[in-house]
């Protein structure tokens, strides 16, 4: 007899076994992924928690910037005090003794301060800048001179820290730079409505000052718009030409290749590199004015022409090759497909990367610090030769200043550049959606 031939018979338990496998398995790598977009959640929202951190700290120690505590004053402009013969003669208004008249009519609103000492304190509550705004109103309307007027005037950075609660009362009086009677003397002049906060305008209307409360952005906006300027002049057509001739006419060889990883190079070298070569060149060798914007502009330029060429490159590299070859099949030539095809389809993307460049040069402090654009500058600059500064070296200065009122102006600065900054960001964005071209 014998035995018949079976077919082959399925190993059921083998088969089960293996799919109990590659579902732990399966298990296993769902649970891993999960896992890992748990991970990737986890740090994004880390990261947007410090940067609204970041941004809550700014605004919060910024915001006061915006308000400036004033104090309204009656002022008699005596006629013997200011212009004794009548002859209005703008250098006889100007040399008048102001800071008399503002200090007898905070001694006849408090006729019972009587020591030296106390009378000092009193007249410290009011900025050292209110006999110059008093003398530039009546050189502007001598008319008021024999009149009594109300003039409002900003109170002293202390005062003001104080009246925004900056500074507690509730502290030791040797512990805070306002003293009880200065805190008497404003309480009652509070009850009479001569103090009040009113939004400071002179933050974005005045240069910097030694005073907190006078101290503004206007000469740090100039110079950094002035250091642009020559930057973006400079950057712009250089970093263009370069990118076109690198990318559509160099040709592929040794020489090119090592021009192309330079420029890569230099894209990564830390910015205060660039500020010991214009140390080196622009103010040793070529002899250019010191702290001047265009020094700062040309250093900035080294510095963002291997942003906008590597930007200029992978916008011409975006250009599909079909527009190049239908131009050459139409006739044209090299120069001329480049220039009325390639370059105008580029250009948003140029554009692009440099708003992007000029954002990073805004934001730069460290090579300014070398060429000398550190310096304490009152006046605002009127042309790229004259003594300037910019908003992140105006930052850096306010914040190593002792007075607390310059806390609040560094982070209301920094509030203003971060403006500009995101608008310059936003730029970039709106130009690439609006010129982008679909192919």
Do not use: C
Not at 124 to 146: C, N, Q, Y
Not at 321 to 345: C, D, K, N, Y
């Amino acid at each position: 007899m014998t035995d018949s031939i079976l077919p082959n018979q399925p190993d059921t338990a083998g088969q089960n076994h293996k799919s109990a496998l590659v579902a732990a398995s399966l298990k296993k790598r769902y649970a891993a992924e999960r896992r890992f977009r748990l991970y990737g959640v986890a740090a994004v929202m880390t990261a947007l928690f410090f940067v609204v951190l970041l941004f809550a700290t700014i605004i919060y120690n910024g915001y006061p910037t915006f308000t400036q505590t004033m104090v309204k004053l009656e002022i008699t402009l005596n006629e013997q005090d200011i212009d004794p013969q009548g002859t209005r003669d703008p250098e006889v208004l100007s040399a008048a003794n102001y800071r008399k008249l503002i200090r007898k009519a905070l001694l006849d609103l408090f006729p019972d301060v009587k020591s030296r000492g106390d009378k000092r304190k009193l007249s410290k509550m009011v900025s050292t800048g209110a006999p110059f705004a008093l003398r530039e109103a009546v050189m502007d309307d001598p008319t008021l001179i024999g009149r009594r007027g109300q003039f409002t005037f900003p109170m002293s950075d202390d005062i003001d820290q104080f009246f925004k609660g900056t500074i507690s009362s509730s502290s030791a009086e040797a512990d805070r730079r306002v003293s009880d009677k200065q805190v008497n003397w404003l309480m009652r002049m509070v009850d009479q409505g001569m103090v009040e906060k009113q939004f400071n305008s002179k933050f974005f209307t005045n240069g910097d000052s030694r005073e907190p409360e006078l101290a503004g952005i206007l000469g740090a906006a100039v110079g950094s718009f002035l250091t642009l300027l020559v930057t973006l002049a400079l950057s712009f057509p250089i970093g263009i030409a370069s990118a076109v001739y690198l990318e559509e006419f160099a040709p592929k060889n040794r020489l090119t290749q090592v021009i192309e990883v330079n420029i890569n190079n230099l894209a990564a070298v830390p910015s205060i590199v660039f500020g010991l070569l214009g140390l080196a060149i622009f103010l040793n060798f070529f002899g250019l004015p010191r702290s001047a914007p265009i020094v700062g502009g040309l250093v900035l330029a080294l510095m963002t022409l291997p942003t906008i060429i590597i930007a200029g490159r992978a916008a011409l590299k975006a250009v599909p090759p079909s527009i190049r070859e239908a131009a050459f099949g139409m006739g044209a030539s090299r120069i001329q497909t480049v220039t009325h095809h390639v370059l105008p389809l580029a250009m948003p993307g140029m554009l692009t990367g440099a708003i992007l460049g000029m954002a990073q040069a805004l934001g730069e402090t460290a090579p300014l610090l070398m060429i000398g654009m550190v310096a304490f500058i009152v006046d605002i600059p009127g042309s790229i030769t004259d003594p300037s500064t910019v908003l992140p070296v105006q930052i850096y200065l306010w914040a190593d200043s002792p007075e607390r009122a310059f806390v609040e102006r560094t982070s209301g600065a920094i509030i203003v550049l971060l403006g500009f900054l995101i608008m310059m960001n936003a730029a970039a964005v709106i130009l690439r959606k609006k010129f982008e071209n679909k192919w």
